[in-house]
């Protein structure tokens, strides 16, 4: 497993990482004997990153992680959590305050005295643009409770805006063949300041597995059924804003241009973490069998696959099938 710079800490975090909101059982119910095993087939692969949020599950995903850890002394795993869900979405719920109280319930969650990596979790535009934000930001860092900090976004320009910060650990965003628009100007700013990328909803909230139909069905209380349209949050979070008809025929035709014995998903993570500027990858897992073929695709990047034909491919279905309902949006 390829190890990468995470941005300007001096840490290294894998190419492929592990997005854990499943394990916070908002995608239907995963056990926490079930979530445990999928940490541990994730770091039996080299996987060094975990991605989590204090409201995946209310804290259940904080905590799972932080029992597993705890059991590995030693572990070398970097654990990115967020905040700024926990309240309204509305610039002024963003106060040192509230940073303070929710950085120490994550604290507590986990089991550590100081955070890793805290990303803010997609807050509003005014609160990325604006400069106290960082300096409570900072405040934290000086004090020890957080070791870095970055932002989770959900637009172009969002990114732009937190990435022209100098303190921005990283940025987190939307990045699969279903959503290109992060190529044109994101990545690029990013690499250039140093900034590191987590590409998150890689698969398009499953679109890209190759594994659902027309007549797939998701359970209630999973966001794939609650919020297709954008009636719970951002659509954009829910396979990538792309209607689900429309995606199921672009990811039959991804898949059909792939070579025997390579799957659409693996194909998928490693195109991902080929571009320039991407630092990780971090798709979710509900079981073992997932994690263990999520984290085997950066395999692929050493040879066996050839990313240059399947990104010519990519870029062709999204321009013929997606660009113009997506591009403008996100």
Known sequence: MQQRSLGR??????????????????????????ATAVLAASV????????????????????????????RPGHGISVATKMGRRLAQEPENYSPDNFRQWTDRSRRNLGVDTLDLVQLHCPPTAVI??????????????????????????????????IARPNVTNVQIIFNPFRLKPLDEVLPAAASAGVAIFARVPLASGLLSGRYTSSTTFAEN??????????????????????????????AELAAALPAGITLPAATLAWIAAQPGVTSVIPGARNVRQAQSNADAAALLEGGFDIGAFDAVVRDVYDRRLREAIHPQW
């Open 44 to 71: 039996d692969r080299g996987v060094s990153l975990f991605d989590t949020a204090d409201v995946y599950g209310d804290g259940r995903s904080e905590t799972i992680i932080g029992r597993f850890l705890a059991e």
């Open 222 to 251: 999973d966001h794939r059924t609650y919020n297709r349209h954008g009636e719970a949050f951002d659509r954009g979070e829910t396979f990538s804003g792309v209607d689900y008809e429309t995606g199921l025929d672009a990811a």
């Open 129 to 162: 643009e604006d400069a106290a934000t960082y300096d409570a930001l900072d405040a934290l860092v000086a004090d020890g409770a957080i070791a870095a900090y970055g932002v989770s976004v959900e637009t172009c320009a969002q990114a732009l805006a937190a």
């Open 9 to 34: 800490t001096g840490r290294s975090v894998s190419a492929v990482g592990l997005g854990t909101w499943q394990l916070g059982a908002d995608w239907g119910a995963v056990s926490e004997e079930d």
